[in-house]
């Protein structure tokens, strides 16, 4: 907070929130259609094969998981020892 890093940080939280209220809002109206999650970006590097496709939205799912567990350790030990994470300090 002190070296001004909040702003930039919450404008583009800011703005990916924006661009996902408009594709749900265009979503309802019929005008697009989008599985859970998708925001458009990085289609294009998803294999060709339906099959090989699936895979790997399987493993991004996985990888997700993982990183809330491990982001759930990151501040259980921080609240559990009384110390920031050491990024933080």
Known sequence: VELGLMGPFL???????VYGGWLIFEGWEGKIKRDAGDFFLGKNFLPK??????E???????????????FSGICTQAVLTGKTWPFLE
Do not use: F
């Not at 404008?11 to 929130?17: D, F, P, Q």
């Not at 094969?49 to 699936?54: G, P, S, T």
């Open 11 to 17: 404008a583009t939280v800011a703005v990916y929130e």
């Open 56 to 70: 790997m939205r399987l493993k991004e799912l996985e990888n997700g998981r993982l990183a809330m567990l491990a």
């Open 49 to 54: 094969d339906e099959a090989k496709a699936n």
